[in-house]
């Protein structure tokens, strides 16, 4: 069976650093074969949580679902149905992108939370899926886990949705001009990234 890969990506332009990373790395999963998928957040309709946290009251492993009527759920399943995530944001403010945050907030169904307990714990510790940290930033790529808050997110983000963080991809000084491209040197460094784990997957 294919090796199945899934990004999700809270850029919000298609040819942006980030996303051309993150295509670069999903081309390096194709050439091994995996069958791959893309989720633009930005293009999908996902509202904000409400924090009713009614997804986090019933106990036990499953996780809870929303009440809200999106497209959550959709890419929830698409992400558990995966053997190897790939997380990605560009930096904004010195974290994730706000729609990524937005679908962050909304991964609140895999904790158990009940009404009398004072914090969530996750349902379960278990991490059957693997997943690739990609973040862009205008300052250099080696201060993006040192400077800012994304690395810890996109980490908490694939905590939640049961994968364990086993390679990354912090790229700096993008913002020199409107139609930045990555460098080819990036760009070989992802497909081999993304053609490593999904052999390893």
């Known amino acids: 069976m294919s090796t199945r890969v899934v990004a999700i990506v809270g850029s919000y332009r298609r040819e942006g650093a980030t996303a051309s990373a993150v295509e670069?790395?999903?081309?390096?999963?194709?050439s091994q074969g995996a069958v791959t998928q893309t989720i633009r957040l930005g293009e999908r309709p996902i509202e904000f949580c409400t924090n009713c946290r009614q997804c986090t009251q019933e106990a036990g492993e499953e996780r809870g679902r929303c009440a809200q009527q999106d497209e959550l759920e959709q890419i929830l399943s698409a992400a558990e149905a995966a053997d190897l995530l790939v997380l990605a944001s560009p930096v904004n403010y010195y974290n994730v992108t706000a729609v990524f945050r937005r679908f962050?907030?909304?991964l609140l169904g895999f904790a158990y939370w009940p009404w009398g307990q004072n914090s969530p714990v996750l349902r379960s510790k278990r991490r059957p899926r693997k997943a690739i940290l990609v973040a862009a930033a205008g300052m250099p790529g080696f201060l993006i886990p040192i400077m800012t808050g994304a690395a810890r997110t996109l980490r908490m983000a694939a905590k939640m949705l049961g994968a364990k963080p086993v390679g990354q991809l912090w790229i700096g000084l993008t913002a020199g001009k409107p139609d930045y491209k990555l460098p080819e040197n990036t760009l070989r460094r992802a497909r081999r990234l993304g053609a490593r784990l999904a052999q390893s997957a």
């Open 24 to 30: 670069a790395i999903l081309e390096g999963a194709r």
């Open 104 to 106: 962050e907030e909304r």
